[in-house]
């Protein structure tokens, strides 16, 4: 009975989502505004996007395994001061987005939902797209540069597998096969061909096989834990940032 509970049940203890009655951003002094859209299984996903007129390259932001994205938007103060457009949106299940988790599965669905809204919606190439992920949100970022090797991939502080996410009594007591979910980072980022970041908040080291395993050719960066140093956080950031020509723009020359 102890095993079919922690298999049916396993999100609650993985997972922290929560639920907000609105997911209107407070704008201040950024240019924000709502987003939405669909994934293929009809699911309704919830976002928000940071415009940014003299830019033409956007980042997507792929969030924690906790909160919504109302905790996250702090960071687009730091896609601003890059000089770039920003989407943060909502996986299934947290925040105002529809659906319900049931495999890891449903997170890459709601990952590719989101890359496509900025390519088919929003009318981005893959070359202007930077795809950033967070901790547990580093696996999805990934995962999309996998299939789009032409998108920028940054890595920050990135979570190497969902063991570090299972709770005491989940990994003593569950065999690790009733475990649904791995977002095995390790076994996948040694295959990326894509332009790479990583970000390591200052005093946390990272994960050594995981560190092994990392592309020779990443560009790291270290993120102060003291905020009086932010601005040489920015001045390491900014030259890694710089807009490329696109296809698009390459072909507007020409003519």
Do not use: C
């Not at 009655?21 to 704008?27: E, H, I, M």
């Not at 997170?107 to 390519?119: G, I, N, P, S, Y």
């Not at 950031?237 to 020509?245: A, D």
Request: proline fraction near 5%.
């Amino acid at each position: 009975v102890w095993l079919l509970f922690a298999f049916f049940q396993q999100e609650h203890y993985l997972f922290f989502p929560s639920r907000t009655n609105s997911n209107a951003p407070s704008p201040g002094e950024l240019n924000m505004e709502l987003a939405s859209f669909e994934t293929k299984d009809k699911v309704k996903l919830a976002g928000a996007f940071l415009k940014n007129e003299a830019s033409d390259e956007v980042i997507l932001f792929f969030h924690e395994n906790a909160g919504n994205l109302t905790n996250y938007l702090g960071v687009f103060s730091l896609f601003d001061n890059l000089g770039k457009n920003a989407l943060i949106f909502d996986y299934r299940q947290f925040g105002v987005s529809g659906g319900k988790l049931r495999k890891e599965k449903d997170f890459l669905v709601d990952a590719q939902a989101a890359v496509d809204f900025l390519v088919k919606e929003k009318g981005y190439a893959p070359e202007q797209i930077t795809l950033w992920g967070k901790e547990f949100g580093a696996f999805f970022a990934t995962k999309m540069a996998l299939e789009n090797p032409e998108m920028r991939l940054v890595l920050e502080n990135p979570m190497p597998d969902i063991t570090k996410s299972i709770p005491w009594f989940l990994r003593y007591f569950v065999p690790r096969f009733l475990i649904k979910y791995e977002f095995d980072l390790v076994a996948l980022v040694g295959e990326v061909k894509n332009r790479l970041i990583t970000i390591q908040k200052e005093g946390i080291l990272m994960n050594n096989d995981l560190k092994e395993a990392l592309p020779k050719q990443k560009q790291e960066v270290v993120y102060p834990q003291k905020t009086k140093e932010f601005e040489e956080f920015l001045d390491q950031l900014k030259p890694l940032f710089q807009e490329k020509k696109t296809k698009k723009d390459e072909t507007k020359t020409t003519e």
